[in-house]
């Protein structure tokens, strides 16, 4: 007798375990939504992070100058030439006390052309790398400065 073969079932076929290909589209498009709406947030939150160290930095500096009896000429008298900004780029120092007119006129100044410090500017220029002394300009937006002799530091925007 031959063996005998079961016959086969009449009806809908029976599902096996996995994930179609529609399910597996379904689920990648929900992530890249997901991705697409995170990483302009993590953006924003690197870029904030990077302000305030900014702003920490220019704070330390400030306090070291006011330790001494004078002005620096750089930051070097104080051992902060090598100092980077958070985007790579050094600090910038400008000595306005007692300085020639050329000097003063590359003091930062506000929108009326006012200088925003009396004895020294201070400043990063940010993270697109660019900067004009006046903080209205539109590449010195994203400073982050030294006003009103200490009074204020942050983002030039926000002056």
Not at 10 to 33: M, Q
Not at 35 to 45: E, H, K, N
Not at 109 to 130: A, E, Q, W
Request: hydrophobic fraction near 45%.
């Amino acid at each position: 007798m031959s063996p005998s073969i079961p016959p086969r079932p009449i009806g809908p076929r029976r599902r096996t375990a996995g994930f179609t290909l529609i399910e597996l589209l379904l689920v990648l498009a929900i992530v890249g939504v997901l991705a697409s709406m995170a990483i302009p947030a993590v953006d924003a939150a690197i870029d904030r992070a990077k302000v305030a160290r900014a702003i920490g930095d220019i704070r330390a500096v400030q306090t070291d100058i006011a330790g001494l009896d004078s002005l620096p000429v750089s930051l070097a008298t104080i051992s902060r030439a090598g100092l980077l900004d958070p985007w790579g780029r050094p600090y910038v120092y400008l000595r306005l006390a007692g300085a020639s007119r050329a000097v003063i006129g590359q003091a930062r100044k506000d929108r009326f052309l006012v200088p925003l410090n009396s004895d020294y500017d201070l400043y990063s220029v940010g993270r697109d790398g660019n900067s004009r002394p006046p903080i209205t300009a539109s590449p010195s937006r994203d400073d982050v400065l030294r006003a009103n002799n200490g009074g204020f530091i942050g983002r030039a925007s926000r002056y």
